[in-house]
């Protein structure tokens, strides 16, 4: 077992310390890393992943607690030491890429050779033998400016590698990519640990990246919850046999991954009382539904995966059960076109006579899926309604209580059950017809 490349222990870091506005960004985080191991810090937003990583960086001492990289501690280093520990023993990687646009791709990747006393034409040939490794050789000479995301990262990713350190850090790496652009860079940060034996840290908060990594430490308010090792990787750290055993729990992890153990095993239950389908087949379901979300695949093709058998790749669900689902996705998803036209032009203030004919339609989706006649007046609160409630006036709540109270009250006059159905499937509507940008919502 070889020593740890990195060593926490008891690590507390405190911003502003004795002023008013102090605040304990993490405490007690004890951890060890080993070299060749790719491990990812997950949690939510301010639970202290990135403290920590600059802390191991060297440009955030602990208040305290120990730290060491490599067996030292970076914070007894001299300035001339600490910098050749920055730009020798640590690459790093930057959610933002932090390229230079005024000077050339190649030229970034070599900067940080500048440095180092390397003849010009030796720095040019290993920059330019990264980039090709990289898929990025014929962007050499372009400035990045030029470069999309993805193109970005991958320089950053060839610079990061150019004074071939032994651990690559990198915060939130894919945080502003697409999809492919962010398959490439994991990809490259995979090759990275597994070939040039690298150990490799990410920040992430894409449960979708977890399975790159060795082991997974959980945080959460500044603490470091727990370590999970990931049951499909060969350990490299010595982990408990028992809990390299793949259970639901590590499953579920990945699901929910900022819920306590506790809530995984009420997950769990309640999934046992309440759907016929497993965590295993709500993963496959949720990516057939994704291609149907983002119009890929037509309605037919959806059935033929949800009918085809498990072990084939498919859902394994009868036809009838299969066909079922597909019409009410599809109903879902055709419904939401309306609902997403009238927020376009609500938000930009732009109605004309089409913004009626939008809430009567949507409307009448409502309607249809209550199954009972409605009178004139039902008809007319409904409407007012949903206009209220597809404008943001009204919270689903509201609306679901709106259609329960009787006429001479103001409301619609359905009855529980019924307010309760209609009111889930509008929401559902509504949330098809949010606009979605990139990751954003
Ligand atoms: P994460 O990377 O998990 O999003 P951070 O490590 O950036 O979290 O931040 C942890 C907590 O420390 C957050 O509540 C954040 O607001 C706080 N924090 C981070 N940087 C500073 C700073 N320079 N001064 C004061 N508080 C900070």
């Known amino acids: ?10 690590l507390e870091i405190t911003y502003n310390p004795g002023k008013a506005n102090e605040y304990k960004a993490t405490q007690g985080v004890s951890m060890e890393i080993y070299p060749g191991e790719f491990v990812a810090f997950f949690g939510p937003s301010g639970c202290g992943k990135s403290t920590i990583f600059y802390c191991i960086l060297g440009v955030l001492p602990p208040s305290a607690g120990e730290l060491y990289v490599m067996g030292q501690n970076p914070y007894s280093f001299s300035p001339e030491e600490m910098v050749n520990f920055q730009t020798n023993t640590i690459g790093i990687i930057y959610q933002a890429f932090f390229l230079i646009n005024s000077i050339s791709v190649i030229d970034n990747v070599v900067l940080p050779q500048i440095f180092h006393g390397v003849a010009p034409g030796k720095r040019r040939r290993w920059a330019k033998e990264l980039l090709k490794r990289f898929d990025m050789e014929k962007y050499g000479e372009k400035f990045p400016d030029n470069l999309s995301g993805g193109q970005s990262q991958r320089v950053s990713v060839s610079r990061s590698m150019v004074n071939n350190p032994k651990i690559l850090l990198a915060d939130e790496p ?26 490799v840290i990410i920040i992430t ?20 919850e727990r370590i999970v090792p990931n049951p499909e990787k060969k350990q490299i750290a010595k982990v408990d046999k028992q809990k390299i055993l793949v259970t639901e729990m590590d499953k579920l992890a990945k699901i929910y991954p900022y819920e306590t153990p506790t ?4 997950k769990s239950l309640v999934n046992y009382l309440t ?22 695949i037509c309605k037919e093709e959806f059935i033929g995966l949800l009918s085809k058998r498990y072990h084939e790749g498919g859902l394994g669900l009868f036809p009838a059960d299969a066909r079922n689902m597909a019409d009410k996705v599809e109903k879902v998803l055709k419904q939401s076109e309306d609902a997403r036209r009238f927020r376009r032009r609500f938000m930009n203030n732009n109605f004309f006579s089409r913004e009626d004919i939008l809430v009567q339609r949507l409307t009448k989706f409502v309607a249809e899926e209550h199954g009972k006649e409605l009178d004139a007046i039902q008809k007319k609160r409904l409407k007012e309604l949903v206009y209220k409630r597809v404008a943001g006036l009204v919270s689903s709540n509201e609306f679901e209580n709106a259609l329960r109270l009787p006429i001479l009250e103001g ?31």
């Open 1 to 10: 077992m070889p020593e740890p490349i990195i060593k926490l222990k008891d």
């Open 174 to 199: 894919t945080g502003n990519l697409d999809s492919v652009s962010t398959k490439q860079v994991m990809e490259s940060l995979a090759e990275i640990n597994r070939v040039d034996k690298k150990t």
């Open 205 to 224: 908060h894409n449960a979708a990246q977890l399975s790159y990594a060795h082991r997974v430490f959980y945080m959460k308010d500044g603490l470091l």
């Open 263 to 266: 809530r995984l095993k009420v």
């Open 275 to 296: 759907q016929d389908i497993d965590f295993d087949q709500i993963l496959r379901l949720e990516d057939f539904i994704e291609l149907m979300v983002e119009r890929k």
């Open 411 to 441: 409301g619609v006059s359905i009855s529980r059950l019924r307010a309760r159905r209609l009111t889930l499937h509008f929401e559902k509507i509504l949330i098809q017809g949010t606009e979605t940008k990139g990751n954003e919502h």
